[in-house]
């Protein structure tokens, strides 16, 4: 079973929402801090938020994406509005547990008209 399984990418259009989904398995249940990360076309990979106790945003999406977290699911959500052309990557979940980063193998988001 893979460690984190990635849902919800897709085509968007601009000032749209969507949203992403992350469920972990149980080999990595209790995650210190769950988040995700994007990486455009020539770009590095970034972080876009991440949680522990809070969340922590990439000043990027500051007042357009939610991260959430239920501790039951083991799982990890996006929500992301005012969509963007820039925020157009895949997105990679990760979890973080003693001292180990664990990766999803990726969503794409396409913000596009």
């Known amino acids: 079973q893979a460690p984190l399984v990635e849902s919800g990418g897709g085509l968007v259009q601009p000032g749209g929402s969507l949203r992403l989904s992350c469920a972990a398995s149980?080999?990595?249940?209790?995650?210190?801090?769950m988040g995700w990360y994007r990486q455009a076309p020539g770009k590095q990979r970034e972080l876009v938020a991440e949680?522990?106790?809070?969340?922590n945003y990439a000043d990027s999406v500051k007042g357009r994406f939610t991260i959430s977290r239920d501790h039951a699911k083991n799982t990890v959500y996006l929500q992301m509005n005012n969509a963007k052309p820039e925020d157009t990557a895949v997105y990679y979940c990760?979890?973080?547990?003693?001292?180990?980063?664990?990766w999803g193998q990726g969503t794409q988001v396409t913000v596009s008209s």
């Open positions: 990760n979890a973080l547990k003693g001292g180990i980063n664990y």
């Open positions: 149980e080999s990595i249940f209790g995650a210190t801090t």
């Open positions: 949680i522990a106790r809070w969340g």
